[in-house]
């Protein structure tokens, strides 16, 4: 069933490749389907909740207790944090990783280039952003559905005063078995160790998951590998403009704490989000632009 979208929005879709759809809570989302991959963004937050190049299996993963809600954001895909990540310094009722996670966007352009489709969503500063956050910002939001997923948050300062901002495309991906995954890349970074009061450490090596793990990798912007044997695969993430990257699994404990999260899903996911966190916050003068770029890429071992 077509979903209530505005006729200006359903004019943007291309047929047979890039359709806007009821997904799940009856949430519109464009399901995007190509000869060289498939996946699907939802308005809500626009928030990428599946790719799959031909020939592989789903890349992300997406809880099976997610909530699919207005309000409230989607467990799993690409959440996009921003303007803060975490906890709002100094503001205990402001929402986690900030506002634009739990509000839909605008549907702005669906194009093609080749086999490549992208979908583009915008959010803008209002009054209820301000309520918030006193600033003024636009943010456009690509997802490249191809071989290789691109996402690319493009922020504007449309006010007169600079702007900062923290930022996190806060990608949750599938692996079949957590305990033989490994990231590569990020042997020798320092990082803030966010199980053990934020204390600054340094990578020794790969990275194995052995416990509850959330880790702020300072001033780094190599690719990461993630080694998934258990799928016979690799994922690589690929960034530009972005100085940190943040490592999540919330283990045992933590997995059983978030009610859109099962008790057993900690064993078949983990986060690699490239940002802009922390010491490594944005400022842009007004006017200015910042582009943040993720991308991922999929192989076999
Ligand atoms: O990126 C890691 C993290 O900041 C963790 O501390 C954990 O809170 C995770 O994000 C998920 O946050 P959420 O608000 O989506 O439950």
Wanted: with cysteine; hydrophobic share 35%.
């Amino acid at each position: 069933m077509k979903t209530a979208i505005a006729e200006t929005q359903r004019r943007l879709e291309i047929p047979g490749k890039a359709e806007i759809i009821e997904g799940n809570g009856g949430l519109p989302k464009v399901r995007v389907t190509t000869t060289r991959a498939s996946g699907e963004i939802y308005l809500l937050g626009a928030q990428v909740t599946s790719w799959k190049p031909a020939g592989a299996e789903e890349v992300l993963f997406v809880s099976a207790q997610s909530k699919w809600q207005d309000g409230t954001a989607i467990r799993g895909g690409v959440p996009i944090c921003f303007p803060w990540f975490g906890a709002k310094s100094g503001d205990p009722k402001a929402p986690a990783h900030g506002f634009v996670r739990t509000k839909p966007w605008q549907l702005h352009s669906i194009t093609q280039s080749g086999e490549a489709v992208t979908v583009s969503l915008l959010t803008e500063s209002s009054a209820d952003t301000k309520k918030w956050w006193p600033a003024d910002f636009r943010a456009i939001y690509s997802a490249t559905f191809d071989k290789e997923l691109s996402l690319d948050l493009d922020v504007t300062n449309t006010g007169s005063q600079p702007l900062t901002f923290e930022e996190a495309l806060h990608a949750y991906f599938q692996v079949g078995a957590i305990e033989t995954a490994r990231i590569k890349g990020l042997d020798g970074v320092h990082y803030l160790d966010k199980t053990d009061a934020n204390r600054e450490k340094t990578q020794q090596g790969e990275i194995a998951i052995v416990s509850e793990t959330d880790r702020i990798y300072l001033n780094t912007t190599v690719p990461i590998q993630l080694i998934d044997p258990a799928r016979n695969r690799r994922a690589q993430v690929t960034k530009q403009n972005s100085r940190t990257t943040v490592i999540w699994n919330p283990w045992i404990e933590k997995a059983h704490s978030l009610s859109d999260f099962g008790d057993d899903e900690w064993q078949q996911m983990l986060c690699i989000e490239t940002s802009n966190v922390a010491s490594y916050a944005v400022t842009i003068a007004p006017g200015q632009q910042h582009k943040m770029k993720a991308t991922i890429t999929l192989e076999n071992l």
